[in-house]
């Protein structure tokens, strides 16, 4: 979620008497407004006949217009439609609309709303102000019927891969042809100029199993009619939730080009053994006055303080009301059409905390009665105090209550790093002690664990995963600073050796730990963005991966590649059940602070090392550790890692260097 976004807010009180068709219709409040049976889809095309079909109960009438553009120009054609079951308009136009374009407009209390694509537009013109008309059939790849899901036995399998599109491969040093487009991640044999893997071929050569793509749909604020301008935004603006971005696809003003690079994307990945998680943000829209939802049915949408004025939990201008009926409808539609449509694997929910459970867990029963290996994970908190009871929102806190949902851990984020707020103060990577608790409660994945002072551990008093596979485990994200921005901003004086010990420890912290591994694009060759931690429209000076550093940094890229090598070989270290985890993992006592030691013991979910030794030492001096006796591989140690091993280690005793990790076995 960007802090920052511009909103056009509207002000929209809830309607007490509306008007529908030729009689009065009264409507006492938004859960009295009949729910649309069937599917939410707007147009069905066929080279005979087009139907078309708008939900609007509040309208007195509403009207089709038809073009030849995606913009510009005046309606060829206008077509009243007519008011049918459950405060749904239909209308039919017995012709070929093939390439055409449309909208609709709604007349509420003798005022004409203004032209829109309708809420379920799932083609649209340049910019997206009209729905398109399209041979579905042509937008498939050759051998779409074929793509299937790379397998997936466990969500404790998963490594997430967070991206956006042009940051990962608009910079000159990328060698990519389709820079900053969805074909990007098509194009293999890319390379950086010291003849590097970039691009698709560098996610496989590190060996990631999930690519978390940034809002991929279409969303308002990037021009796309003026794409040489080098426009830049994260892209979370919702305009259509339904269709792929058009800033990201070669031709933003042919429909079907959009969908067609978009599904090449995601089969390009698939084959790559890689599955695709969309980020979505239903919590709130670009615009309110002028939206798709507030100019088809004005106020439902959107959730209203008791004065009738907007509520803000986004902090963008409004809020949607995820558990008004054909609100959650909507967004249940929405996910299972990404996933049949496009075969998207995952989703991330913006603002997660906005929506109400109930929708969360409808939309995960949704999604298990297509395929249980997909993936949801969401933002645990909201940027305001949305207008709905806190106990009944998708909290961070309330995870135990939507089983088969995953939230991120700023526990462990802040933990390891220090506040987001707090640029300048660091904790355990920093050398600051007290963070010791916030850190462990991330590694046996925010679940109950005897061993875990909760009392200690920042801003949750309490476990609040049932599974270690509903906590993403992570240091740094497209929000906030990046890893190596943030700890240049609390150890300003740490030397560039420093920061790649650091920048090590971080990430083996994180995939050494229980919950779900995420790490945002390039922190394996260290990232940085000149310390601009709200990056959402900065130029791509700023946000662009600068492959280079795949060279420069070629030692922390192949300690990241065997880090995920070392997690996916060895189970103990994704048990993926709390019991297990209580059973099997046991932290060592240590003396002093910035040490945390645990033991994954008894071949820890059937894995073929005996007994594992895990220490993180963020002291800059070296650390002892007493361990229980007996011969041990070393695999990690001093910023190295080899699962062949580093030597042996024997005794009751073992030194852990400054600023690093250990991990060996026996």
Not at 135 to 155: C, H, I, M, V, Y
Not at 588 to 616: M, Y
Request: proline fraction near 5%; charge should be negative; aromatic fraction near 10%.
């Amino acid at each position: 979620m960007k802090i920052g976004i511009n909103s056009i807010i509207g002000v929209t009180t809830v309607a007490t008497v509306m008007s529908c068709s030729s009689a009065k219709k009264e409507y006492a409040s938004f859960e009295l407004y009949p729910v649309r049976t069937g599917s939410l889809m707007e147009m069905e095309y066929t080279p005979e006949a087009t139907k078309f079909t708008l939900w609007s109960p509040t309208a007195e009438e509403v009207r089709l217009m038809l073009y030849d553009e995606g913009e510009g120009g005046h309606a060829y054609e206008t077509v009243k439609m007519e008011l049918g079951e459950d405060g749904t308009w239909a209308t039919v136009v017995n012709k070929n609309l093939l390439n055409k374009f449309y909208t609709f407009n709604v007349k509420i209390n003798d005022k004409w709303q203004g032209d829109t694509p309708g809420i379920n537009a799932h083609a649209v013109g340049v910019n997206g102000k009209r729905a398109a008309i399209i041979d579905w059939k042509a937008t498939n790849p050759e051998g779409w019927e074929n793509d299937q899901r790379p397998p997936l036995k466990s969500p404790a399998d998963m490594i997430i891969y967070e991206m956006h599109h042009r940051d990962f491969s608009v910079d000159s040093t990328s060698g990519i042809k389709n820079k900053g487009k969805f074909l990007a991640l098509t194009e293999h044999g890319t390379m950086n100029s010291d003849k590097l893997l970039t691009g698709i071929d560098h996610l496989i050569e590190l060996g990631v199993t999930h690519v978390h793509l940034l809002p991929s749909y279409d969303y308002a604020s990037v021009d796309e009619t003026k794409l040489d301008e080098n426009q830049y935004n994260w892209g979370y603006d919702p305009l259509n939730y339904n269709v792929p971005d058009g800033s990201y696809s070669t031709d933003p003003y042919q429909p079907a080009t959009r969908v067609k690079e978009f599904k090449q994307m995601v089969q390009a990945l698939h084959k790559a053994g890689i599955r695709v998680i969309l980020d979505v943000v239903y919590n709130h829209t670009f615009n309110t006055a002028e939206s798709n939802f507030e100019r088809t049915v004005p106020g439902y949408f959107y959730r209203q303080k008791e004065d009738g004025t907007l509520a803000n939990g986004s902090g963008c201008g409004n809020e949607t009301a995820s558990e008004r009926p054909m609100m959650r409808k909507f967004m249940i539609e929405s996910v299972l059409y990404w996933m049949k449509e496009y075969h998207i694997d995952g989703f991330r929910f913006d603002l997660m905390g906005v929506h109400d459970i109930e929708t969360m867990n409808e939309i995960r029963k949704a999604v298990d009665e297509v395929d249980s290996t997909v993936c949801v994970y969401g933002e645990g908190w909201a940027a305001e105090t949305p207008q709905y009871p806190v106990d009944s929102l998708a909290m961070k806190k309330n995870v135990a209550y939507m089983p088969g949902i995953a939230v991120f851990s700023d526990e462990f984020r802040d933990g390891l790093c220090g506040s987001v707020w707090e640029k300048g103060k660091g904790a355990f990577l920093a050398g600051v002690p007290g963070g010791e608790n916030s850190v462990k409660f991330g590694i046996v994945g925010a679940i109950e664990h005897p061993q875990v002072r909760y009392d200690s551990v920042n801003y949750s008093r309490q476990a609040w995963a049932g599974q270690p596979t509903q906590m993403i485990s992570y240091v740094s994200c497209h929000d906030g600073l990046c890893l190596v921005d943030r700890l240049k901003a609390s150890m300003p004086e740490a030397t560039p050796e420093q920061l790649v010990r650091l920048d090590k420890l971080a990430q083996t912290v994180v995939f050494t730990s229980q919950g779900i591994p995420f790490i945002y694009a390039g922190e394996e060759v260290m990232r940085d963005k000149q310390g601009v931690d709200n990056s959402y429209k900065s130029p791509d000076a700023v946000n662009a991966i600068d492959w280079r550093r795949k060279t420069m940094n070629g030692d922390v890229f192949m300690y990241y590649k065997r880090l995920i090598d070392l997690r996916k070989s060895h189970p103990a270290f994704r048990m993926g059940d709390a019991e297990k985890v209580r059973k099997h993992l046991e932290f060592l006592p240590v003396e002093g602070q910035n040490l945390i030691a645990f033991r994954l013991k008894d071949h820890a979910n059937g894995d073929s090392w005996e007994d594992i030794i895990v220490a993180f030492n963020s002291r800059m001096t070296p650390a002892r550790l007493a361990v229980p006796a007996g011969k041990y591989t070393v695999v990690c140690k001093d910023g190295v890692i080899d699962v062949r091993g580093l030597g042996t280690q024997t005794g009751t005793e073992v030194i852990i260097p400054g600023q690093s990790a250990l991990i060996m076995y026996r």
